[in-house]
């Protein structure tokens, strides 16, 4: 998130600002995270619940779940099997709810380069959660003005459902009602965004949808 000293502009520096850190950021983790990628090793699951006690698997993007796809091949943490549930249906509740546990599956054992480069997508994606003073906030607002604050109870409701998955999202829910309605409202908030500038601002928007991780831990056992 950003705290400006002072009001911007316009909704062009407004948006530079914004989209500054995140692009960066993802011009590091994102080479950082396919280095890493390529010196994991994929490995075994354990086979039965008990076997999988105390163990942590880390949350799924679908920028993520490409970068395990370009690196190794597939689609991780496969299943051993899918059984009678379509492979896209499978996908879809493993990312968003993060089971059924991947029993005598693959998975990608991290190095702590590939730890690295996943960590600095969760931290881009959180920090374009489109609310108040993140960067996201300031993207959804050079988009459509003083109509973002509006989009906070709907992102404060998916947050709480989410939290049924990963409880960490009932803590971000709550920041996001508290401080998700103030927005860095420009001096000049009547010119609008060029064509570069807004194509920018709807990469920042799709990038969060990519970076997302609805579940980004799973401890089994816990």
Do not use: C, Q
């Not at 601002?201 to 970076?211: C, D, E, M, N, T």
């Amino acid at each position: 998130a950003i705290r400006l000293l002072a009001p911007p502009r316009d909704r062009r520096v407004l948006l530079d600002i914004g989209m500054a850190g995140p692009l960066a950021g993802l011009a590091v983790a994102i080479p950082v995270l396919l280095i890493g990628l390529s010196l994991s090793r994929v490995e075994l699951l354990p086979s039965t619940p008990l076997g999988f006690a105390g163990l942590t698997l880390e949350g799924n993007s679908i920028l993520y779940l490409l970068a395990k796809l370009v690196t190794k091949g597939g689609l991780l943490p496969a299943p051993a099997s899918y059984g009678l549930v379509p492979p896209a249906l499978y996908w879809l509740r493993y990312v968003l709810v993060g089971t059924p546990a991947p029993l005598g599956g693959r998975d990608v054992m991290l190095h702590p380069v590939a730890w690295a480069g996943w960590a600095g997508l969760l931290v881009t994606a959180l920090n374009l959660v489109p609310a108040g003073m993140f960067d996201g906030g300031h993207t959804i607002y050079v988009l459509i003005g003083r109509k973002a604050a509006r989009l906070v109870p709907v992102l404060v409701s998916l947050l709480l459902l989410l939290g049924f998955a990963w409880s960490g999202w009932w803590l971000w829910a709550g920041l996001v009602l508290l401080l998700g309605r103030a927005y860095a409202e420009p001096l000049n908030d009547i010119t609008p965004l060029d064509r570069k500038r807004r194509a920018v601002a709807i990469l920042g928007l799709s990038l969060f949808l990519l970076l997302f991780m609805p579940v980004p831990f799973r401890i089994f056992g816990a």
